[in-house]
Structures are given as C-alpha cells and as structure tokens.
C-alpha cells in the first residue's frame, strides 16, 4: 500500500502560479510512473504530467509550457510548477503513482483559478 498526500493547492488570480506537492509514503525511485491529473468541474479526469518508468515526461498539450513536473527522490516527492494560470486550469488536482501493476491515488488538492 502507498499513500500519497497532496498539497499547495489554492485560490489565484489569472496569470499567477502556484507549486503542488505529493510526497509518496515509499520511495519513488524504481516507481513505473509518477504524475498529475486533475478534473475540472463537471469534466472527466485528466492527465496534466507525469515521469514514466525511464524518466522521461508527458504533458497534456493544454499545460506544456506553462507547467513543470520534477522529483526529489530523496523526499519521495514529485511536484508541480504552475506558472501563468488560466481560469480553465481550474480543477482538482490529483497525484498518481504505478507500481507494480497497481495505480494509487492521493486525494486531491484543490486549485481555483479566479480574479
């Protein structure tokens, strides 16, 4: 069992940024992926960014540019530059781990995007 504790989320004004963290409860090194979605209001859930298992990354199309994933491994934390917000990035953030076949969920950060 892994346990993922999101953080960072918030209210911020178009244009702003905010850092989302998720420190896993185990080591995150040898993890097959290790990323972001989110689910706006009413929307099905997304992929935002994520590490796959050689260490490279995806983006969703919407966010490239604008947001960065990274990892401390020695933290088993991965995070998430958001910079120059929009309202539509508005959305519940969730961190997402897979691990030996198996998907794991952190609860949710909420980040509202508003002037």
């Known amino acids: 069992q892994v346990q993922l504790v999101e953080s960072g989320g918030g209210l911020v004004q178009p244009g702003g940024s905010l850092r989302l963290s998720c420190a896993a409860s185990?080591?995150?090194?040898?993890?097959?992926?290790m990323g972001w979605y989110r689910q706006p209001p009413g929307k099905q859930r997304e992929l935002v960014a994520q590490?796959?298992?050689?260490?490279?990354?995806n983006y969703a199309d919407s966010v490239k540019g604008r947001f960065t994933i990274s990892r401390d491994n020695a933290k088993n934390t991965v995070y998430l530059q958001m910079n120059s917000l929009k309202p539509e990035d508005t959305a519940d953030y969730y961190c997402?781990?897979?691990?030996?076949?198996?998907?794991?969920w952190g609860q949710g950060t909420q980040v509202t995007v508003s002037s």
């Open positions: 997402n781990l897979g691990l030996y076949g198996l998907t794991y």
């Open positions: 185990r080591s995150i090194f040898r993890v097959q992926s």
């Open positions: 590490f796959t298992s050689s260490g490279s990354t």
